[in-house]
Protein backbone atom coordinates (compact mmCIF):
# COMPACT_ATOMS: atom_id res chain seq x y z
CA UNK A 1 0.00 0.00 0.00
CA UNK A 2 3.01 2.13 1.15
CA UNK A 3 4.60 1.90 -2.55
CA UNK A 4 0.88 2.10 -4.45
CA UNK A 5 0.46 5.53 -2.59
CA UNK A 6 4.54 6.74 -3.98
CA UNK A 7 3.27 5.74 -7.39
CA UNK A 8 -0.08 7.98 -7.00
CA UNK A 9 2.49 11.04 -5.71
CA UNK A 10 4.73 10.72 -8.26
CA UNK A 11 2.01 10.37 -11.24
CA UNK A 12 0.19 13.50 -9.95
CA UNK A 13 3.70 15.36 -9.80
CA UNK A 14 4.73 14.65 -13.41
CA UNK A 15 0.84 15.56 -14.45
CA UNK A 16 1.06 18.67 -12.44
CA UNK A 17 4.96 19.69 -13.35
CA UNK A 18 3.97 19.00 -17.28
CA UNK A 19 0.39 20.93 -17.24
CA UNK A 20 2.84 23.85 -15.94
CA UNK A 21 5.01 23.62 -18.96
CA UNK A 22 2.03 23.91 -21.06
CA UNK A 23 2.58 20.59 -21.97
CA UNK A 24 0.06 17.18 -21.88
CA UNK A 25 1.44 13.87 -19.80
CA UNK A 26 -1.76 12.01 -21.46
CA UNK A 27 -2.67 12.80 -24.74
CA UNK A 28 -5.41 10.22 -25.81
CA UNK A 29 -8.37 10.92 -24.62
CA UNK A 30 -8.78 7.34 -22.62
CA UNK A 31 -7.29 9.06 -19.66
CA UNK A 32 -8.54 6.78 -16.86
CA UNK A 33 -7.45 3.66 -19.31
CA UNK A 34 -4.30 5.44 -19.27
CA UNK A 35 -4.01 5.81 -15.39
CA UNK A 36 -5.04 2.48 -14.30
CA UNK A 37 -3.17 0.38 -17.08
CA UNK A 38 -0.21 2.41 -15.56
CA UNK A 39 -0.86 1.44 -11.79
CA UNK A 40 -1.78 -1.86 -12.80
CA UNK A 41 1.78 -2.11 -14.73
CA UNK A 42 3.80 -1.49 -11.85
CA UNK A 43 1.81 -3.68 -9.63
CA UNK A 44 2.85 -6.86 -11.48
CA UNK A 45 6.30 -5.68 -12.02
CA UNK A 46 6.13 -4.87 -7.97
CA UNK A 47 5.29 -8.56 -7.86
CA UNK A 48 7.27 -9.96 -10.25
CA UNK A 49 10.04 -8.72 -9.13
CA UNK A 50 8.89 -9.00 -5.51
CA UNK A 51 10.15 -5.37 -4.24
CA UNK A 52 7.30 -4.96 -1.56
CA UNK A 53 8.51 -8.72 0.24
CA UNK A 54 11.93 -7.25 1.81
CA UNK A 55 11.66 -6.47 5.63
CA UNK A 56 11.92 -2.08 4.97
CA UNK A 57 14.35 -1.96 7.99
CA UNK A 58 17.01 -3.93 6.73
CA UNK A 59 17.10 -3.27 3.10
CA UNK A 60 20.32 -3.09 1.15
CA UNK A 61 21.44 -2.82 -2.69
CA UNK A 62 19.18 -5.85 -3.91
CA UNK A 63 15.73 -4.06 -2.76
CA UNK A 64 17.30 -1.08 -5.05
CA UNK A 65 18.13 -3.13 -7.96
CA UNK A 66 14.96 -4.61 -7.89
CA UNK A 67 13.05 -1.10 -8.00
CA UNK A 68 15.16 -0.11 -10.50
CA UNK A 69 14.49 -2.99 -12.49
CA UNK A 70 10.98 -2.94 -12.24
CA UNK A 71 10.62 1.10 -13.04
CA UNK A 72 12.57 0.01 -16.01
CA UNK A 73 10.17 -2.40 -17.18
CA UNK A 74 6.97 -0.58 -17.05
CA UNK A 75 8.82 2.27 -18.66
CA UNK A 76 9.99 -0.25 -21.38
CA UNK A 77 6.55 -1.86 -21.32
CA UNK A 78 4.86 1.52 -22.01
CA UNK A 79 6.83 2.83 -24.66
CA UNK A 80 6.30 -0.23 -26.83
CA UNK A 81 2.31 0.43 -26.51
CA UNK A 82 3.12 4.30 -27.04
CA UNK A 83 4.76 3.37 -30.63
CA UNK A 84 2.26 0.89 -31.43
CA UNK A 85 -0.71 3.49 -30.22
CA UNK A 86 0.93 5.75 -33.05
CA UNK A 87 1.51 3.25 -35.49
CA UNK A 88 -2.47 2.05 -35.44
CA UNK A 89 -3.66 5.44 -34.47
CA UNK A 90 -0.88 8.23 -36.35
CA UNK A 91 -1.20 9.91 -32.70
CA UNK A 92 0.95 8.95 -29.14
CA UNK A 93 -1.34 7.81 -26.40
CA UNK A 94 0.98 10.01 -23.96
CA UNK A 95 4.38 12.15 -23.60
CA UNK A 96 7.50 9.78 -23.45
CA UNK A 97 9.25 12.47 -21.71
CA UNK A 98 6.18 12.58 -19.24
CA UNK A 99 6.57 8.94 -18.82
CA UNK A 100 10.42 8.92 -18.00
CA UNK A 101 9.83 11.59 -15.58
CA UNK A 102 7.31 9.40 -13.83
CA UNK A 103 9.78 6.65 -13.76
CA UNK A 104 12.65 8.54 -12.17
CA UNK A 105 10.06 9.81 -9.63
CA UNK A 106 8.39 6.78 -8.40
CA UNK A 107 11.63 5.19 -8.41
CA UNK A 108 13.31 7.86 -6.34
CA UNK A 109 10.21 8.25 -3.91
CA UNK A 110 10.55 4.47 -3.45
CA UNK A 111 14.18 4.21 -2.67
CA UNK A 112 13.94 7.39 -0.70
CA UNK A 113 11.32 5.94 1.89
CA UNK A 114 12.69 3.03 2.27
CA UNK A 115 16.30 4.90 3.28
CA UNK A 116 14.32 7.26 5.13
CA UNK A 117 12.58 4.07 7.56
CA UNK A 118 15.97 2.09 7.35
CA UNK A 119 17.81 5.41 9.33
CA UNK A 120 14.91 6.08 11.46
CA UNK A 121 14.68 2.86 12.54
CA UNK A 122 18.34 2.66 13.66
CA UNK A 123 18.99 5.40 14.69
CA UNK A 124 15.66 5.49 17.28
CA UNK A 125 17.10 2.42 18.64
CA UNK A 126 20.40 3.12 18.72
CA UNK A 127 19.22 6.79 20.82
CA UNK A 128 16.54 4.74 23.08
CA UNK A 129 19.30 2.21 24.24
CA UNK A 130 20.15 2.33 27.54
CA UNK A 131 23.33 0.09 27.32
CA UNK A 132 26.61 1.87 26.83
CA UNK A 133 27.72 0.97 23.41
CA UNK A 134 31.40 0.45 23.25
CA UNK A 135 33.06 2.87 20.77
CA UNK A 136 34.89 0.39 18.99
CA UNK A 137 37.38 -0.02 15.36
CA UNK A 138 37.24 -2.27 12.80
CA UNK A 139 41.22 -3.64 11.72
CA UNK A 140 40.55 -3.99 8.28
CA UNK A 141 39.17 -1.94 4.96
CA UNK A 142 38.29 -5.20 3.17
CA UNK A 143 34.93 -7.12 2.59
CA UNK A 144 35.68 -8.91 5.81
CA UNK A 145 35.71 -5.71 7.49
CA UNK A 146 32.68 -4.14 5.47
CA UNK A 147 30.48 -7.46 6.61
CA UNK A 148 31.37 -6.90 9.92
CA UNK A 149 30.25 -3.09 10.13
CA UNK A 150 26.87 -4.41 8.30
CA UNK A 151 26.09 -7.06 10.35
CA UNK A 152 27.22 -5.11 14.13
CA UNK A 153 25.00 -2.34 12.91
CA UNK A 154 22.07 -4.51 12.67
CA UNK A 155 22.59 -6.39 15.81
CA UNK A 156 20.20 -6.56 18.47
CA UNK A 157 20.81 -5.85 21.08
CA UNK A 158 23.97 -3.76 19.95
CA UNK A 159 27.07 -3.86 21.47
CA UNK A 160 29.19 -1.79 19.47
CA UNK A 161 29.24 1.36 18.13
CA UNK A 162 31.60 1.94 14.89
CA UNK A 163 33.73 4.64 14.94
CA UNK A 164 36.12 4.14 11.77
CA UNK A 165 37.99 1.49 9.89
CA UNK A 166 41.75 0.93 10.30
CA UNK A 167 43.68 0.50 6.84
CA UNK A 168 47.25 -0.55 7.63
CA UNK A 169 48.45 -0.03 4.12
CA UNK A 170 48.02 4.05 3.99
CA UNK A 171 45.94 3.79 0.82
CA UNK A 172 42.77 5.33 1.41
CA UNK A 173 43.13 8.30 4.25
CA UNK A 174 40.75 10.25 2.25
CA UNK A 175 38.27 7.85 1.74
CA UNK A 176 35.06 6.46 3.68
CA UNK A 177 33.60 3.30 3.85
CA UNK A 178 29.87 3.30 5.28
CA UNK A 179 30.20 6.83 5.93
CA UNK A 180 32.79 6.24 8.30
CA UNK A 181 36.31 7.55 8.08
CA UNK A 182 39.17 5.00 7.27
CA UNK A 183 42.26 5.71 9.75
CA UNK A 184 45.53 5.38 8.43
CA UNK A 185 47.94 3.68 10.58
CA UNK A 186 50.73 6.09 10.86
CA UNK A 187 51.86 5.31 14.36
CA UNK A 188 50.99 2.28 17.20
CA UNK A 189 47.13 1.55 17.24
CA UNK A 190 46.81 2.33 20.82
CA UNK A 191 47.61 6.23 19.69
CA UNK A 192 44.94 5.72 16.57
CA UNK A 193 42.38 4.51 18.76
CA UNK A 194 42.62 7.35 21.85
CA UNK A 195 42.28 9.91 18.76
CA UNK A 196 39.04 8.94 17.78
CA UNK A 197 37.56 8.03 21.49
CA UNK A 198 37.73 4.15 20.41
CA UNK A 199 37.75 1.65 23.69
CA UNK A 200 38.08 -1.40 21.56
CA UNK A 201 39.29 -2.82 18.21
CA UNK A 202 37.93 -5.66 16.25
CA UNK A 203 40.46 -7.34 14.42
CA UNK A 204 39.07 -8.41 10.66
CA UNK A 205 42.35 -8.60 8.72
CA UNK A 206 42.51 -11.75 7.35
CA UNK A 207 46.02 -11.06 5.54
CA UNK A 208 47.43 -10.84 9.28
CA UNK A 209 50.12 -13.25 10.02
CA UNK A 210 50.04 -14.40 13.65
CA UNK A 211 53.22 -12.27 14.75
CA UNK A 212 51.20 -8.83 13.29
CA UNK A 213 47.96 -9.49 15.47
CA UNK A 214 50.09 -10.65 18.60
CA UNK A 215 51.96 -7.37 18.35
CA UNK A 216 48.31 -5.13 18.05
CA UNK A 217 47.17 -7.50 20.46
CA UNK A 218 50.09 -6.47 23.13
CA UNK A 219 49.77 -2.89 21.86
CA UNK A 220 46.17 -2.94 22.64
CA UNK A 221 45.94 -4.89 26.47
CA UNK A 222 49.13 -2.48 27.31
CA UNK A 223 46.61 0.70 27.38
CA UNK A 224 43.85 -1.89 28.75
CA UNK A 225 41.94 -1.50 25.68
CA UNK A 226 39.23 -4.37 24.60
CA UNK A 227 40.24 -6.46 21.80
CA UNK A 228 37.94 -8.59 19.72
CA UNK A 229 38.19 -11.30 16.89
CA UNK A 230 36.18 -13.36 15.06
CA UNK A 231 36.72 -16.58 12.66
CA UNK A 232 37.24 -16.34 8.81
CA UNK A 233 33.36 -15.24 7.60
CA UNK A 234 32.07 -17.76 5.08
CA UNK A 235 28.52 -17.25 5.54
CA UNK A 236 28.23 -13.90 3.68
CA UNK A 237 24.47 -13.95 3.81
CA UNK A 238 23.63 -14.57 7.53
CA UNK A 239 24.77 -11.48 8.99
CA UNK A 240 23.23 -12.34 12.44
CA UNK A 241 25.43 -14.87 12.34
CA UNK A 242 28.38 -12.84 11.74
CA UNK A 243 27.99 -10.46 14.59
CA UNK A 244 27.24 -13.19 17.10
CA UNK A 245 30.58 -14.64 16.11
CA UNK A 246 32.93 -11.55 16.92
CA UNK A 247 34.02 -12.52 20.50
CA UNK A 248 36.46 -11.53 23.21
CA UNK A 249 39.86 -12.57 22.81
CA UNK A 250 40.65 -15.64 25.06
CA UNK A 251 44.21 -16.77 25.76
CA UNK A 252 44.07 -19.35 23.61
CA UNK A 253 43.85 -17.12 20.61
CA UNK A 254 47.00 -15.85 21.80
CA UNK A 255 48.90 -18.84 22.11
CA UNK A 256 47.74 -19.42 18.01
CA UNK A 257 50.03 -21.46 15.46
CA UNK A 258 50.13 -22.56 11.90
CA UNK A 259 46.76 -25.44 11.40
CA UNK A 260 48.42 -28.76 12.23
CA UNK A 261 48.21 -30.35 9.26
CA UNK A 262 47.69 -34.34 9.74
CA UNK A 263 48.66 -37.58 7.36
CA UNK A 264 44.87 -38.37 7.63
CA UNK A 265 45.73 -41.29 5.11
CA UNK A 266 47.76 -43.05 7.59
CA UNK A 267 45.54 -42.19 10.54
CA UNK A 268 43.03 -43.97 8.84
CA UNK A 269 44.74 -46.73 7.82
CA UNK A 270 45.44 -47.31 11.77
CA UNK A 271 42.06 -46.60 12.91
CA UNK A 272 39.37 -47.41 9.81
CA UNK A 273 37.22 -50.21 10.73
CA UNK A 274 39.38 -51.42 13.51
CA UNK A 275 38.66 -51.41 17.37
CA UNK A 276 40.29 -49.01 19.49
CA UNK A 277 40.60 -48.97 23.57
CA UNK A 278 40.71 -45.35 25.06
CA UNK A 279 41.21 -45.17 28.85
CA UNK A 280 41.11 -42.50 30.87
CA UNK A 281 38.29 -41.07 28.24
CA UNK A 282 35.90 -39.11 30.67
CA UNK A 283 39.18 -36.44 30.76
CA UNK A 284 40.20 -33.18 28.81
CA UNK A 285 42.40 -35.72 26.95
CA UNK A 286 40.84 -39.10 26.51
CA UNK A 287 37.83 -37.54 25.60
CA UNK A 288 38.93 -35.51 22.73
CA UNK A 289 40.93 -38.22 21.57
CA UNK A 290 37.49 -40.01 21.40
CA UNK A 291 35.94 -37.05 19.44
CA UNK A 292 38.86 -37.01 16.95
CA UNK A 293 39.06 -40.72 16.83
CA UNK A 294 35.10 -41.23 15.94
CA UNK A 295 36.12 -38.72 12.56
CA UNK A 296 38.35 -41.77 11.20
CA UNK A 297 35.33 -44.28 11.03
CA UNK A 298 36.85 -47.30 13.89
CA UNK A 299 34.46 -49.81 14.02
CA UNK A 300 34.12 -50.03 17.87
CA UNK A 301 34.91 -47.37 19.88
CA UNK A 302 35.68 -48.61 24.07
CA UNK A 303 36.11 -45.87 26.36
CA UNK A 304 36.99 -46.72 29.69
CA UNK A 305 37.38 -45.00 32.64
CA UNK A 306 36.72 -44.89 36.25
CA UNK A 307 34.88 -41.52 37.28
CA UNK A 308 31.29 -42.31 36.60
CA UNK A 309 29.82 -39.15 35.77
CA UNK A 310 32.26 -37.56 33.45
CA UNK A 311 32.30 -40.95 31.55
CA UNK A 312 28.27 -40.72 31.06
CA UNK A 313 28.40 -37.26 30.12
CA UNK A 314 30.98 -38.42 27.37
CA UNK A 315 28.64 -41.55 26.54
CA UNK A 316 25.86 -38.81 25.80
CA UNK A 317 27.74 -36.87 23.70
CA UNK A 318 29.15 -39.49 20.91
CA UNK A 319 25.70 -40.40 21.09
CA UNK A 320 25.08 -37.59 18.68
CA UNK A 321 27.87 -38.17 16.48
CA UNK A 322 27.42 -39.26 13.01
CA UNK A 323 30.04 -41.88 13.00
CA UNK A 324 28.89 -45.38 12.33
CA UNK A 325 31.08 -47.00 15.41
CA UNK A 326 29.96 -49.12 17.71
CA UNK A 327 30.80 -47.38 21.14
CA UNK A 328 31.03 -49.46 24.64
CA UNK A 329 31.20 -47.42 27.74
CA UNK A 330 33.66 -49.12 30.56
CA UNK A 331 33.24 -48.33 34.04
CA UNK A 332 36.74 -49.91 35.47
CA UNK A 333 39.84 -49.05 36.85
CA UNK A 334 43.48 -49.40 34.85
CA UNK A 335 44.58 -51.16 38.60
CA UNK A 336 42.41 -53.81 38.36
CA UNK A 337 43.80 -56.41 36.18
CA UNK A 338 40.95 -58.54 36.10
CA UNK A 339 38.60 -56.27 34.92
CA UNK A 340 40.71 -55.27 32.14
CA UNK A 341 41.35 -58.39 31.28
CA UNK A 342 37.86 -59.12 30.50
CA UNK A 343 37.51 -55.98 28.61
CA UNK A 344 40.69 -57.34 26.03
CA UNK A 345 39.09 -60.72 26.33
CA UNK A 346 35.43 -59.60 25.37
CA UNK A 347 36.21 -56.72 22.75
CA UNK A 348 40.06 -57.61 21.49
CA UNK A 349 41.19 -54.05 20.29
CA UNK A 350 43.42 -53.25 17.93
CA UNK A 351 44.92 -49.88 18.73
CA UNK A 352 45.37 -48.75 23.09
CA UNK A 353 45.31 -44.75 23.47
CA UNK A 354 46.47 -45.01 27.22
CA UNK A 355 45.18 -41.27 28.88
CA UNK A 356 44.87 -42.63 32.27
CA UNK A 357 46.81 -41.32 35.16
CA UNK A 358 46.70 -39.13 38.49
CA UNK A 359 48.25 -35.80 37.02
CA UNK A 360 48.55 -33.35 40.04
CA UNK A 361 51.66 -32.73 41.13
CA UNK A 362 50.87 -31.66 44.82
CA UNK A 363 48.63 -34.07 45.60
CA UNK A 364 50.78 -37.47 44.23
CA UNK A 365 53.89 -35.63 46.13
CA UNK A 366 51.44 -36.22 49.36
CA UNK A 367 49.96 -39.44 47.91
CA UNK A 368 53.14 -41.46 46.44
CA UNK A 369 51.41 -44.90 46.39
CA UNK A 370 48.89 -43.71 44.15
CA UNK A 371 51.10 -42.54 41.67
CA UNK A 372 52.30 -45.83 41.58
CA UNK A 373 49.61 -47.91 41.80
CA UNK A 374 48.18 -45.97 38.80
CA UNK A 375 50.43 -44.76 36.80
CA UNK A 376 52.96 -47.52 36.83
CA UNK A 377 50.53 -50.53 37.73
CA UNK A 378 48.16 -49.37 36.10
CA UNK A 379 49.90 -48.87 32.76
CA UNK A 380 51.86 -52.28 33.30
CA UNK A 381 48.53 -53.98 33.23
CA UNK A 382 47.60 -52.55 30.19
CA UNK A 383 50.93 -53.13 28.42
CA UNK A 384 51.00 -56.77 29.55
CA UNK A 385 47.80 -57.15 28.59
CA UNK A 386 48.37 -55.62 25.11
CA UNK A 387 50.93 -58.11 24.57
CA UNK A 388 48.82 -60.45 25.48
CA UNK A 389 45.92 -60.21 23.40
CA UNK A 390 48.23 -59.59 20.32
CA UNK A 391 46.97 -55.19 20.49
CA UNK A 392 48.94 -53.69 17.15
CA UNK A 393 49.48 -50.36 18.63
CA UNK A 394 49.77 -48.99 22.14
CA UNK A 395 49.97 -45.59 22.84
CA UNK A 396 50.91 -43.80 25.56
CA UNK A 397 50.11 -40.24 26.67
CA UNK A 398 53.07 -38.86 28.65
CA UNK A 399 54.20 -35.44 30.11
CA UNK A 400 57.05 -33.36 29.81
CA UNK A 401 57.38 -33.26 33.75
CA UNK A 402 58.88 -37.26 33.20
CA UNK A 403 61.89 -35.73 31.94
CA UNK A 404 64.64 -35.05 34.43
CA UNK A 405 61.97 -35.21 37.11
CA UNK A 406 61.60 -33.38 40.17
CA UNK A 407 58.52 -35.18 41.66
CA UNK A 408 56.79 -38.13 42.62
CA UNK A 409 54.00 -37.33 39.19
CA UNK A 410 56.65 -37.11 37.05
CA UNK A 411 58.92 -40.19 38.01
CA UNK A 412 56.05 -42.00 37.80
CA UNK A 413 55.75 -41.27 34.05
CA UNK A 414 59.05 -41.72 33.81
CA UNK A 415 58.77 -45.17 35.48
CA UNK A 416 56.16 -46.09 33.42
CA UNK A 417 57.82 -44.82 29.93
CA UNK A 418 60.67 -47.03 30.74
CA UNK A 419 58.53 -49.87 30.83
CA UNK A 420 56.69 -49.85 27.99
CA UNK A 421 60.20 -49.12 26.02
CA UNK A 422 61.34 -52.22 27.93
CA UNK A 423 58.82 -54.18 26.61
CA UNK A 424 59.35 -53.36 22.67
CA UNK A 425 63.20 -53.91 23.34
CA UNK A 426 62.30 -57.32 24.64
CA UNK A 427 60.16 -58.28 21.63
CA UNK A 428 62.81 -56.95 19.57
CA UNK A 429 65.77 -59.02 21.09
CA UNK A 430 63.01 -62.08 20.34
CA UNK A 431 62.74 -60.86 16.78
CA UNK A 432 58.74 -61.16 17.17
CA UNK A 433 57.37 -59.17 14.38
CA UNK A 434 53.64 -59.42 15.12
CA UNK A 435 54.47 -57.60 18.65
CA UNK A 436 52.88 -54.97 20.03
CA UNK A 437 54.46 -51.44 18.92
CA UNK A 438 54.65 -49.09 21.94
CA UNK A 439 54.45 -45.49 21.47
CA UNK A 440 55.13 -42.56 23.73
CA UNK A 441 54.00 -39.66 23.29
CA UNK A 442 55.13 -36.72 25.34
CA UNK A 443 54.20 -33.05 25.84
CA UNK A 444 53.47 -29.86 28.70
CA UNK A 445 50.70 -28.05 29.30
CA UNK A 446 47.37 -28.10 27.91
CA UNK A 447 45.49 -25.24 28.18
CA UNK A 448 42.19 -25.80 29.29
CA UNK A 449 42.69 -29.38 30.46
CA UNK A 450 41.25 -30.32 33.99
CA UNK A 451 43.54 -28.33 36.53
CA UNK A 452 45.52 -26.17 34.83
CA UNK A 453 45.86 -22.54 35.18
CA UNK A 454 43.91 -21.03 32.78
CA UNK A 455 40.54 -22.66 34.38
CA UNK A 456 41.87 -21.80 37.59
CA UNK A 457 42.70 -18.11 36.31
CA UNK A 458 39.40 -17.54 35.14
CA UNK A 459 37.60 -18.31 38.13
CA UNK A 460 39.98 -16.71 40.68
CA UNK A 461 39.12 -13.55 38.05
CA UNK A 462 35.50 -14.01 38.37
CA UNK A 463 35.44 -13.97 42.11
CA UNK A 464 37.36 -10.57 41.64
CA UNK A 465 40.77 -12.18 42.47
CA UNK A 466 43.48 -12.60 43.58
CA UNK A 467 45.10 -15.09 41.28
CA UNK A 468 48.15 -17.01 42.89
CA UNK A 469 51.21 -17.24 41.19
CA UNK A 470 53.66 -20.00 42.67
CA UNK A 471 56.38 -17.95 41.16
CA UNK A 472 57.55 -14.90 39.50
CA UNK A 473 59.67 -16.48 37.20
CA UNK A 474 57.99 -20.04 36.82
CA UNK A 475 57.57 -20.47 32.58
CA UNK A 476 55.44 -23.09 30.87
CA UNK A 477 55.24 -24.20 27.79
CA UNK A 478 51.40 -24.48 26.43
CA UNK A 479 49.31 -26.35 23.66
CA UNK A 480 45.67 -26.29 22.89
CA UNK A 481 43.76 -29.44 23.61
CA UNK A 482 43.18 -30.23 20.11
CA UNK A 483 46.43 -29.55 19.20
CA UNK A 484 48.21 -32.17 21.34
CA UNK A 485 45.39 -34.96 20.70
CA UNK A 486 45.91 -34.42 16.65
CA UNK A 487 49.58 -34.97 17.55
CA UNK A 488 48.91 -38.07 19.54
CA UNK A 489 47.07 -39.54 16.83
CA UNK A 490 49.82 -38.65 14.11
CA UNK A 491 52.53 -40.11 16.45
CA UNK A 492 50.60 -43.30 16.71
CA UNK A 493 49.85 -43.51 12.95
CA UNK A 494 53.36 -43.19 12.44
CA UNK A 495 55.68 -44.90 15.43
CA UNK A 496 56.88 -48.23 14.65
CA UNK A 497 57.58 -49.09 18.60
CA UNK A 498 59.81 -48.08 20.68
CA UNK A 499 59.81 -44.07 20.28
CA UNK A 500 59.08 -41.70 22.65
CA UNK A 501 57.72 -38.69 20.52
CA UNK A 502 58.32 -35.12 21.84
CA UNK A 503 55.81 -32.52 20.08
CA UNK A 504 56.92 -28.85 19.52
CA UNK A 505 55.28 -26.49 21.72
CA UNK A 506 56.04 -23.15 20.98
CA UNK A 507 57.84 -20.23 22.74
CA UNK A 508 57.14 -21.26 26.45
CA UNK A 509 55.30 -19.04 28.19
CA UNK A 510 56.03 -16.66 31.74
CA UNK A 511 53.00 -17.51 33.78
CA UNK A 512 52.78 -14.14 35.44
CA UNK A 513 52.80 -12.30 31.82
CA UNK A 514 49.59 -15.19 31.15
CA UNK A 515 48.16 -13.74 34.56
CA UNK A 516 48.40 -10.38 33.38
CA UNK A 517 46.93 -11.19 30.03
CA UNK A 518 44.18 -12.89 31.52
CA UNK A 519 43.48 -9.70 33.82
CA UNK A 520 43.55 -7.22 31.15
CA UNK A 521 41.50 -9.56 28.82
CA UNK A 522 38.56 -9.44 31.19
CA UNK A 523 38.26 -6.08 31.67
CA UNK A 524 40.31 -5.09 34.42
CA UNK A 525 43.77 -3.78 35.45
CA UNK A 526 46.52 -6.07 37.01
CA UNK A 527 47.45 -4.84 40.71
CA UNK A 528 44.63 -2.37 40.62
CA UNK A 529 41.54 -4.01 40.41
CA UNK A 530 42.35 -7.83 40.47
CA UNK A 531 45.66 -8.36 42.45
CA UNK A 532 48.67 -10.97 41.65
CA UNK A 533 49.17 -12.80 44.85
CA UNK A 534 52.98 -14.81 45.03
CA UNK A 535 52.62 -18.10 47.03
CA UNK A 536 55.53 -19.85 46.76
CA UNK A 537 56.48 -23.17 44.49
CA UNK A 538 54.54 -26.02 45.40
CA UNK A 539 56.09 -29.68 46.51
CA UNK A 540 57.75 -30.72 43.82
CA UNK A 541 57.42 -27.82 41.42
CA UNK A 542 60.32 -26.48 39.07
CA UNK A 543 60.54 -23.59 37.70
CA UNK A 544 60.72 -24.67 34.17
CA UNK A 545 59.87 -27.66 32.37
CA UNK A 546 62.39 -29.82 29.91
CA UNK A 547 60.70 -32.15 27.03
CA UNK A 548 64.03 -33.61 26.87
CA UNK A 549 66.65 -35.72 29.16
CA UNK A 550 70.23 -34.18 29.89
CA UNK A 551 71.56 -37.32 27.74
CA UNK A 552 68.82 -37.04 25.43
CA UNK A 553 68.84 -36.35 21.73
CA UNK A 554 66.68 -35.81 19.26
CA UNK A 555 65.22 -37.35 15.75
CA UNK A 556 63.39 -35.09 13.24
CA UNK A 557 60.16 -36.75 11.78
CA UNK A 558 58.25 -35.83 8.57
CA UNK A 559 56.20 -33.61 10.76
CA UNK A 560 57.82 -30.33 11.31
CA UNK A 561 55.97 -30.31 14.97
CA UNK A 562 56.61 -33.69 16.05
CA UNK A 563 60.60 -35.02 17.31
CA UNK A 564 61.82 -38.37 18.63
CA UNK A 565 63.91 -38.46 21.87
CA UNK A 566 67.04 -40.79 22.33
CA UNK A 567 66.45 -42.75 25.81
CA UNK A 568 68.64 -44.79 26.86
CA UNK A 569 66.19 -48.31 27.26
CA UNK A 570 66.51 -50.38 30.26
CA UNK A 571 66.39 -54.26 29.96
CA UNK A 572 62.67 -55.84 30.84
CA UNK A 573 63.62 -58.75 33.56
CA UNK A 574 65.71 -56.17 35.55
CA UNK A 575 63.11 -53.17 35.03
CA UNK A 576 60.32 -55.91 35.43
CA UNK A 577 61.73 -56.93 39.25
CA UNK A 578 61.65 -53.09 40.24
CA UNK A 579 58.46 -52.07 39.27
CA UNK A 580 57.52 -55.16 40.78
CA UNK A 581 59.13 -54.44 43.97
CA UNK A 582 58.44 -51.20 43.92
CA UNK A 583 53.96 -51.85 43.56
CA UNK A 584 54.64 -54.10 46.92
CA UNK A 585 56.25 -51.39 48.85
CA UNK A 586 53.27 -48.89 47.50
CA UNK A 587 50.87 -51.74 49.03
CA UNK A 588 52.32 -51.11 52.34
CA UNK A 589 52.09 -46.99 51.93
CA UNK A 590 55.34 -46.03 53.10
CA UNK A 591 56.05 -43.13 51.34
CA UNK A 592 59.81 -42.53 52.07
CA UNK A 593 60.41 -46.53 50.93
CA UNK A 594 58.69 -45.44 47.85
CA UNK A 595 60.15 -42.22 46.62
CA UNK A 596 63.74 -44.06 47.65
CA UNK A 597 62.99 -47.21 45.09
CA UNK A 598 61.32 -44.53 42.64
CA UNK A 599 65.02 -42.71 42.60
CA UNK A 600 66.88 -45.76 41.91
CA UNK A 601 64.69 -47.00 39.05
CA UNK A 602 65.09 -43.22 37.63
CA UNK A 603 68.40 -42.17 39.55
CA UNK A 604 67.47 -38.26 37.41
CA UNK A 605 64.72 -38.04 39.43
CA UNK A 606 65.86 -35.29 42.05
CA UNK A 607 63.24 -33.92 44.39
CA UNK A 608 62.61 -29.67 44.30
CA UNK A 609 60.99 -27.93 47.30
CA UNK A 610 59.80 -31.41 48.66
CA UNK A 611 59.92 -33.51 51.87
CA UNK A 612 61.89 -36.35 49.98
CA UNK A 613 64.57 -34.11 49.20
CA UNK A 614 66.40 -35.83 52.26
CA UNK A 615 66.39 -38.89 50.34
CA UNK A 616 69.22 -37.30 47.73
CA UNK A 617 71.63 -36.75 50.19
Not at 19 to 40: Q, V
Not at 168 to 184: E, T
Not at 282 to 310: C, H, M, W, Y
Not at 420 to 438: D, G, I, P
Request: with cysteine.
Amino acid sequence: MMDFAVLILAFFFTFLLFRGTGLDYIITAHSIIFINLLLGVNIFFFWLFRTYSGIIRHSSYIDAVKLLFSQMAVLIVFLVLNFLFEVLYGTKAFLNTALFMNMVLSFCGLFLYRVIVKQTFEHYFQEKSDVKLIRTVIYGTDANAMSIANALKIETPSRFKIVGFVDRNSQNSSKRMLDLPILVLKKKLPTLMRSVGAEGVIIADKSLSKEERLIIVDQCLEFNYKVYILPVITDWEDQKEISQKVKNLQIEDLLERKAIVLDNKSISKQLKDKTVLITGAAGSIGSEIVRQVLGFNPKRIIILDQAETPLHHLSLETQNSTSSAEIRNVVADIRNKEALTNVFKLYKPHVVFHAAAYKHVPLMEENPAQAILTNIGGTKNLSDLACEYNVVKFVMVSTDKAVNPSNVMGASKRIAEKYVQSLQLKSRKENNTKATKFITTRFGNVLGSNGSVVPLFSKQIADGGPITITHPDIIRYFMTIPEACQLVLEAGAMGNGGEIYIFDMGKPVKIIDLARKMIKLAGFIPEKDIKIKIVGLRPGEKLYEELLNDTSKTIPTYHEKIMIAEEIQDEYENLHTDIEDLIGIANCYENDDIVAKMKKIVPEFKSMNSAYEVLDK
